[in-house]
């Protein structure tokens, strides 16, 4: 496939951007070679500044639920557009989007918009302490919940040291507050509780691990959590910027049944334009300013035009959309591991609905330490391959890829083929 336009723009885009891109991830560091810079996206379909066509599992990371140019959300965004597209001020829209949330999302009684997944993570922590009069937090390694500076801690030298930073410019003392523990890992958390119970304002996690690739939670994990977090007074905040609304109506906690007592979400909520929210028990809620004292803010937030996308967008998913698309993903999954067994191509497959992750390991994947055991060198080979093959895969081996309402029964054909092809062409 010829991708010179892209080669020139990289080129271009270095003397602008740093790295050329405006999210790391996006800049192929993880698989080698150009990105891809595209142009239009149709469906399940996207193609490139040189017309060459994609089938796309990305799906900008997860916000393209029903593919891309989704005419309900297109059509939305246009006659929002027409009358202003910002206002600073309360809006009816608002409002409709608040009571959508709320009514799919068992746990969430009040919700406040903000403009990211990272915006959403960063207020519910700040609540969260301040609710409990605590600092120390608890997440887990290999689930990411944005950049903000107190979810970029790793974790210590030892299981249950507390954290250090894992960027520069996160200062020490802000990392110190973090506890990072293996996913999937009750008796850790419990031996956390154990020493740190007492301080610990929230624990943090990812209901299905997505930016490890996708790893659904272990039986009695998440209830775990719960339980722990009841009993010590902290708040359990499940991140589902990924998998809310992506796996079930309700999201993890409505699929796992496990109530948490914030919610963050991202990605889908804002059906591609930029939108992100926090919500939870009103009793929590109500500390946010201006009826409470915590602060939080946004100048963008809630704006009409991405309310329209949003609401269009969860206007749109109903019970036979997610029957059909786990019917989809089941079908790719199976299709993946039998062309697998018959090119001797050991691999194994996470689905948890809409999103999967193919890991080139026989073994099982249920936390990080398995992922980062996985063949990282083959992924490189296989997203490489099927890029040429057309279709496009996420430029990373530690994401989830994710199958969309328009992904039909041609759309999997296609990538079956792709996969077959590419397979025979790994195992020579
Ligand atoms: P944003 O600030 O990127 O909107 O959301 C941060 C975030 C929070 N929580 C979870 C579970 C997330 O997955 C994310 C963002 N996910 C990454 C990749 N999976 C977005 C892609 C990127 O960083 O460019």
Redesign the pocket.
Known sequence: MDRDTSKQLIERAERSIPGGVN?P??AFRGVGGAPVFFVDGQGAWLTDVDGNRYLDYVGS?GPMLQGHAFAPVVDAVRASARRGLSFGAPTEIEVRMAEAVIARVPSIERVRMVN????A?MSAIRLARAYTGRDLIVKFGGC???HADALLAQAGSGLLTLGLPDSPGVPADTAKHTLTLPFNDAAAAAAAFDRYGARIATVIV?PVA??MGCIPPRPGFLEALRDLTRAAGSVLIF?E??AGFRVAPGGAQQLFGVTPDLT?L??VIGGGLPV?AFGGKAKIMDRIAPLGDVYQAGTLSGNPLAMSAGLAMLQSLDEPFYRALAAATQRLARGIRDLAVRHSIPLTVNTVCGMFSIFFTPAPVTHFEQVAAADVDRYKRFFHAMLDRGVYFAPSAF?TAFVSGAHGEGEIDHTLAAVDSTFREMAR
Do not use: L, P, Q
Request: net charge negative.
């Open positions: 999210s991830v996006r990371w990211s997944g990272t915006e993570v990411y919940h944005g990812e997505g930016n991140d910027v990924i963050t991202g990605k992100g994401e």
